[in-house]
């Protein structure tokens, strides 16, 4: 079974755009959080989404904001980029809502740079 | 707010030598906590848990004890292998209100053979 897969692998925007990155589940799982990884970082929980709706949100902007669709599957978008949002975007999977007692299962991540 | 605190790194062991990575946790209420390892090349993916007070979470030889008493969660291993080599991050989820994944900073293992 394929794990979890995000595109672009790589990204490279200019300050004031915008970005949409993507997320598919495992087959089956209905949870998707996001999170962000600056170099050198732990990840740092961005959003949850379980089965369409928002379920948890971390200590960022709103200029992030994300969506979860029908068959599970999620975006990430950010708006107005700043320098700061340089990072690795990670998305992870999981079969049911819980974060303490699911196994979170993780993408490669996108890399996103800002010139 | 919750946070974790990991051994700072880099982390440089000879092959066969005892592993100990010192993971400290402030957290409402009762979190579960998690070591996550992300080996070279390779996503994170979740190395062992333990979800109350006492529980001991192990995986591929690696071990760690949740201490409450001393908000603790080390991540130890008796004899470790070149393949252990990786980025090991501590991390907790509290299980009260607005529930997140917490990671501390993570701690770059090498094992030199």
């Known amino acids: 079974d394929a794990g979890v897969t995000q595109s672009p692998t790589h990204l490279i925007k200019t300050r004031g755009q915008q970005v949409t990155l993507r997320c598919s589940p495992i087959?089956?799982?209905?949870?998707v959080s996001w999170y962000q990884q600056v170099l050198g970082q732990g990840p740092q929980f961005i959003f949850q989404?379980?089965?369409?709706?928002?379920?948890g949100r971390g200590n960022f902007p709103d200029r992030f904001s994300a969506r979860q669709f029908p068959n599970y599957s999620s975006e990430l978008n950010v708006n107005a980029l700043l320098l700061g949002d340089s990072a690795l975007y990670l998305c992870?999977?999981?079969?049911?809502?819980?974060?303490?007692?699911?196994?979170?299962?993780f993408g490669d991540g996108t890399r996103l740079s800002i010139l | 707010g919750d946070s974790v605190t990991q051994m700072e790194g880099p982390v440089t062991l000879s092959e066969e030598a005892f592993l100990t990575i010192n993971c400290t946790y402030t957290?409402?209420?009762?979190?579960?906590l998690f070591w996550y390892v992300q080996y070279p090349g390779e996503g994170l993916q979740l190395l062992l848990k333990?979800?109350?007070?006492?529980d001991k979470g192990s995986n591929k030889g690696f071990e760690a004890t949740y201490r409450k008493e001393t908000t603790s969660f080390h991540l130890e291993k008796g004899s470790v292998q070149v393949s252990d080599s990786a980025v090991y991050f501590c991390?907790?989820?509290?299980?009260?209100?607005?529930?997140?994944?917490?990671f501390g900073t993570g701690t770059r293992l090498t094992i030199i053979p």
């Open positions: 333990a979800t109350k007070a006492d």
């Open positions: 992870a999977s999981s079969l049911g809502p819980t974060l303490s007692n699911q196994p979170q299962h």
């Open positions: 087959s089956g799982h209905k949870s």
């Open positions: 991390a907790l989820v509290t299980n009260f209100g607005n529930e997140k994944l917490t």
């Open positions: 989404y379980y089965e369409k709706e928002e379920r």
């Open positions: 957290a409402t209420g009762y979190p579960s």
